[in-house]
């Protein structure tokens, strides 16, 4: 079975280490903080002006001072810092942020990322996106792997205008795990019940499947 | 020299229609509530905003659009305004959409005297489309401007009658350097305080960007997206 919203983050949280600075993007990506593992610590940089974000407010504490990129109400950890959106612009280009986790439309198999607008339909804006993608060290991509009419976002090249150039080097789809290779995506890992020939039927852009590819487990 | 200025009114009492204007905060936190409702009030028009979000519907740089003063808005993210989004697809309002980074670095360099910076950002997408490039060590980077506006409006925590300006929380946000930016900064605050009453040491913004404060009232601090957590 495909992977819910919940077991993408799961599985993403697996890739952080001990003492990674970590920005997490809006929607799914934001869910990757409940799933932190045991034993690692890593601190939350919000790119609106916080490094130590921490979880929701209790209800009634919520301030409308403090909030995530999201604009969410938010509250800090014991040793966060408030800054201004150059400084914390600054840091991001500086690379000093280890790992970026964000969402996309569409991902190309040299590591495109197209996740801020549709001509014609959605005009949003860019937000940090664009900032983020140009210079994070480290970018993993949370995504469903189809769109709702089943077609590909795993694409040969983006369709719609692209947030970043060959910077993506991991995605965890609902349907498994891909890093970016010189070869296109590469599948080392498949959500438990999904098949090889599923992944190769709905990902348009050029893939390969490791030699030691591997069911996800799910623990908890 | 004198700064303080009795209110919003007072304040931007020579903004007039046409003007570029720089406008601090990030979505609905740390946003010039005092002054934007003045400019609802005064009814200028045609007006440049520099803004990295444009309110929502009812609040902030929503209630200049609801007006029709916004001839161009300058931002990095504008999702939650849908009067905003419906003015745009019909062409009613220009807008320039540049990365978070990039305009808050925009500012920056304005307020520092630069007058452009070489940045990463959008190299490769539509946002490069028309502008320089240059390589530095292997890499693109395009040559971004330094803003230049008429007035900046931004919201502290606090200020002084010198114009030094401390801010909470993620409330600071673009306030900081929009304020060295404008040609003519205006600062409102939520409680001014003589000077010699703020800590030197903790002064975010020094007073000599700042050219009138005021202390405002009835914040509103509207809350955007309201998240909690169940007491287990």
């Known amino acids: 079975m495909a992977l819910n919203k919940e077991q993408i983050a799961h599985r993403i949280a697996r890739e952080l280490q001990d003492g990674f600075y970590v920005n997490l993007g809006i929607g799914i990506p934001t869910l990757v903080a409940n799933y932190i593992p045991q034993g690692v610590k890593v601190v939350l940089q919000s790119e609106n002006g916080l490094l130590g974000m921490g979880p929701f407010p209790f209800e009634g504490e919520e301030n409308p001072d403090l909030i995530n990129a999201g604009k969410q109400t938010i509250t800090t950890v014991p040793g966060s810092v408030f800054f201004d959106s150059a400084m914390s612009f600054g840091m991001i280009r500086a690379g000093k942020v280890d790992l970026t986790v964000l969402g996309a439309m569409e991902v190309a198999d040299n590591g495109d990322i197209a996740n801020w607008k549709i001509p014609g339909k959605m005009v949003k804006g860019m937000g940090g996106a664009m900032d983020l993608v140009a210079a994070a060290k480290n970018i993993i991509v949370a995504m469903q792997h189809t769109n709702p009419k089943g077609e590909s976002k795993l694409l040969p090249k983006c369709s719609l205008p692209l947030t970043g150039v060959k910077c993506v080097r991991k995605i965890v789809s609902d349907l498994g795990v891909f890093d970016i290779t010189p070869d296109g995506f590469r599948c080392i890992e498949y959500a438990p019940g999904v098949t090889i020939d599923e992944i190769k039927a709905k990902t348009a852009g050029r893939l390969t499947i490791a030699d030691d590819v591997k069911e996800m487990v799910f623990n908890a | ?232």
């Not at chain 2, 540049?98 to 305009?103: A, D, E, K, V, Y």
């Not at chain 2, 395009?142 to 002084?160: M, N, T």
């Open chain 2, 1 to 232: 020299m004198n700064k303080v200025v009795a209110n919003a009114e007072e304040a931007i009492k020579d903004i007039q229609s046409g003007a570029t204007l720089m406008l601090g905060g990030f979505g609905l936190c740390g946003i010039p509530e005092n002054c934007i409702n003045a400019l609802v009030k005064k009814g200028v028009d045609s007006l440049t905003c520099i803004s990295n979000n444009a309110g929502v519907d009812d609040f902030g740089i929503g209630l200049l659009l609801q007006q029709k003063q916004v001839k161009k808005m300058v931002a990095s993210y504008v999702g939650e305004n849908a009067e905003f989004e419906r003015q745009l697809l019909s062409g009613e309002l220009e807008v320039e959409l540049i990365p978070q980074g990039t305009l808050a670095t925009r500012c920056m360099a304005a307020g520092y005297g630069m007058p452009a910076v070489y940045l990463l950002a959008g190299v490769g997408t539509e946002v490069a489309e028309g502008k320089e490039t240059r390589n530095f060590n292997g890499k693109d980077y395009l040559l971004e401007y330094a803003f230049d506006s008429d007035f900046a409006i931004v919201k502290a925590w606090k200020g002084d009658t010198q114009g030094n300006l401390v801010f909470k929380e993620t409330a600071r946000n673009f306030n900081p350097m929009m304020a060295m930016a404008g040609k003519i900064t205006i600062a409102e605050v939520e409680e001014l305080v003589p000077a010699g009453e703020l800590d030197p040491n903790q002064v975010h913004t020094p007073g000599i960007y700042v050219h009138r404060i005021f202390q405002g009232t009835n914040y509103e601090k509207r809350i955007e997206q309201r998240t909690t957590r169940k007491r287990s």
